[in-house]
């Protein structure tokens, strides 16, 4: 079964997920992962989603054009096969917290640091909070390490940054418990 | 004694309000032997409560001792009938995943502390003090009693639920 990956974006109002929902329930396509969230004054979707019959994207992208002509826009990508499943990512889980004066360069120099090392990032938000006057950046990343990096190496790594960026940055193992 | 398959949702018994166990019933502790007996055989699991292995009863067993994170503070192995929180204190953020839930982990807030009242599997009336993971693993499987899932406590679904890695 075909694989698509479906971006959506737009400003945001309620019915934005729903229309999506409807056209996707309406065509017989099953959405497996999806997330979505506001960003700034914008509604973001991004979906993988499957069916049956469909070889190419072009179904999607022609029942889209409704949601399109609202304002939104939306972007439908064809999987290759397997891209649908996540790799096996072993090795231990972290989150890591940068935050500190608004800057240029954060995101660049933490992350670049990370994929020298790499570490695989496998869900980043960033947000600008604080003042106009002073403004504050926050960046939460959670990241897998490779098997040959513990937590304590990834926080002596990132300790240069702190110095050079001059802002806060935490590591901290996430252990998953089974109960 | 006997290894019982675990049962995963969408099994009804999973979202059912548990009835109290008759501590003097010859039943109740062949349930609590299987209960430990699936527990340790699953080799990763600390804990495990009864509508797990299809019995509608309030009768749970935690152990956190052999686990990384309970090595410090725990009670060995707890059977729990008709257990009660009777306080709850400060508050503590895990990434929980159970056994009846495949593949999926998240962020579930708990308290920190808690004093939790049961007969144990001597019929002993107990009243006890835990703190940190074995806290939060008694609270996972006490909601099970009540049929609540994990899934029913996540505060924040865009961040906060993960395919589990194997």
Redesign the interface.
């Known amino acids: 079964m075909k694989h698509f990956a479906v971006t959506i974006i737009g400003r945001d109002r309620p019915g934005i997920v729903s229309d999506s929902a409807r056209i996707l329930y309406e065509l017989g396509c099953n959405v497996a992962d999806s997330s979505s969230t506001i960003l700034g004054g914008q509604f973001a979707m991004i979906l993988i989603v499957s069916h049956p019959d469909f070889e190419t994207s072009e179904p999607l992208q022609r029942a889209y054009a409704e949601l399109e002509d609202s304002g939104l826009s939306v972007f439908v990508r064809t999987l290759k096969p397997g891209g649908e499943k996540r790799p096996d990512l072993p090795g231990e889980l972290c989150m890591i917290s940068v935050y500190g004066s608004d800057k240029a360069g954060i995101v660049y120099q933490v992350t670049r640091l990370l994929s020298q090392n790499n570490v695989n990032i496998i869900d980043l938000a960033t947000k600008l909070i604080g003042t106009a006057e002073r403004p504050v950046y926050v960046m939460m990343c959670e990241a897998v390490l490779p098997p040959s990096l513990s937590v304590e190496d990834i926080r002596d790594m990132l300790e240069n940054l702190r110095e050079e960026l001059q802002v806060d940055i935490s590591v901290r193992n996430v252990t998953p418990v089974e109960l | 004694m006997a290894v019982r398959e675990v049962l995963v949702y969408p099994a009804p018994i999973l979202k059912q309000m548990c009835k109290p166990a008759d501590p003097h019933a010859p039943e109740t502790m062949a349930l609590v032997q299987d209960l430990i007996d699936t527990m340790y055989d699953?080799g990763?699991?600390?804990?495990i409560a009864a509508p797990q292995i299809g019995a509608p009863l309030r009768v749970a067993v935690v152990d956190v001792s052999e686990?990384?994170?309970g090595r410090k503070h725990n009670h060995g192995l707890m059977v729990m009938i008709n257990p009660e929180i009777i306080e709850r204190s400060g508050q503590k953020t895990?990434?929980?995943?159970?056994?009846s839930i495949p593949d999926y982990?998240g962020n579930v807030e708990r308290a920190k502390e808690i004093v939790v009242h049961f007969f144990d599997q001597h019929l002993k009336d107990c009243v006890i003090h835990c703190k940190g993971?074995e806290a939060?693993?008694i609270q996972?499987?006490l909601d099970h009693l009540d049929g609540k899932l994990?899934l029913d406590r996540i505060s924040n679904p865009?961040?906060e639920l993960?395919?589990?890695?194997?």
């Open positions: 699953s990763h699991s600390v804990g686990s990384k994170l895990m990434r929980e995943g159970c056994m982990t993971f939060v693993a996972h499987e994990f865009s961040t993960f395919r589990r890695k194997h």
